[in-house]
């Protein structure tokens, strides 16, 4: 939650606002000011056939997770999702489905999770720069692969308990 005024600085308060509820509001600008939070994506990237899941290994850390990025200004969350699975992995998406959101309050980020499938299975494209490595798995081994306790984990195992 925001406790300064992104304008001018000065500190919130609660203030009711009709139809909405307690809102932070600024004095000074007499405004009310709404929740700024970045906007990211997460995919479930799947081969052709459907039946592996491509995971990820990113900043230095020993942990699978899914392919994910922010969106930018003026982008929707699915160009998002074409573009960073281009971006990282070099493959092109065929077909994309919206899973579901989540808060994350450590980076105080909406994630949006979607499946999709992607082209080919080929690795050779993947961008060094941004992914430390990836490895294909099937449904089963990516469950057990992903990142304990992770946001990534929950999106995955929510995705595969619909697959049942």
């Known amino acids: 939650m925001m406790n300064y005024c992104m304008e001018c600085g000065t500190k919130l308060e609660m203030k009711f606002l009709k139809n909405e509820g307690m809102v932070p509001y600024c004095k ?17 990237v799947l081969n052709s056939d459907k039946d592996k899941i491509l995971l990820i290994k990113q900043y230095g850390k020993d942990r699978y997770i899914l392919v994910a990025g922010y969106v930018n200004q003026g982008e929707s969350a699915e160009t998002t999702v074409v573009r960073e699975v281009k971006e990282e992995i070099g493959l092109n998406v065929t077909e994309l ?3 579901k959101s989540e808060y994350y309050p450590g980076t105080n980020t909406l994630m949006l999770n979607f499946s999709c499938v992607v082209d080919s299975e080929d690795l050779s494209f993947v961008s060094e720069d941004e992914i430390d490595s990836c490895q294909w798995f099937t449904l089963e081994e990516a469950k057990e692969a992903i990142a304990e306790g992770s946001l990534a984990g929950k999106f995955l195992t929510a995705f595969l308990d619909k697959q049942v």
């Open 28 to 44: 000074q600008c007499e405004e009310y000011r709404f929740p700024v939070f970045s906007t990211a994506v997460s995919m479930e």
């Open 97 to 99: 489905h919206f899973e």
